[in-house]
Nanobody
Framework: QVQLQESGPGLVKPSQTLSLTCTVS??????????WSWIRQPPGKGLEWMGA???????YYNPSLKSRASISRDTSQNQFTLQLTSVTPEDTAVYYC????????????WGQGTQVTVSS
């Protein structure tokens, strides 16, 4: 059974860096044909795909984030991490880590989500 679990601070101050980690069980993040992604949902808005890391370690980002996002991984821990720099209150959202199969447009596995609030 594939499980994903987000962890990280629930409150971040403006201009700081948001860092979230996703711990994966039941599936290796180095397995071919999957993309390990971050998706967020601001209050009252739709889902926004932020970026992904593939099985080879290649990374892909939503251009709208203007290079503020960075995704890395720790294969020994089967974890991948999101860092988002220079946060503003507009980055307040529920953040999800997900697994997307190659060729699929929608994640089949989701973490439970973690609320991150950007506020001073």
């Amino acid at each position: 059974q594939v499980q994903l679990q987000e962890s990280g601070p629930g409150l971040v101050k403006p201009s700081q860096t948001l860092s979230l980690t996703c711990t994966v069980s039941g599936s290796s993040i180095t397995t071919n044909s999957y993309y390990w992604s971050w998706i967020r949902q601001p209050p009252g808005k739709g889902l926004e795909w932020m970026g992904a890391i593939g099985s080879s370690g290649s990374t892909y980002y939503n251009p709208s984030l203007k290079s503020r996002a960075s995704i890395s991984r720790d294969t020994s821990q089967n974890q991948f991490t999101l860092q988002l720099t220079s946060v503003t209150p507009e980055d307040t959202a529920v953040y999800y880590c997900v697994r997307i199969a190659s060729g699929s447009s929608f994640p089949h596995y989701w973490g439970q989500g973690t609320q991150v609030t950007v506020s001073s």
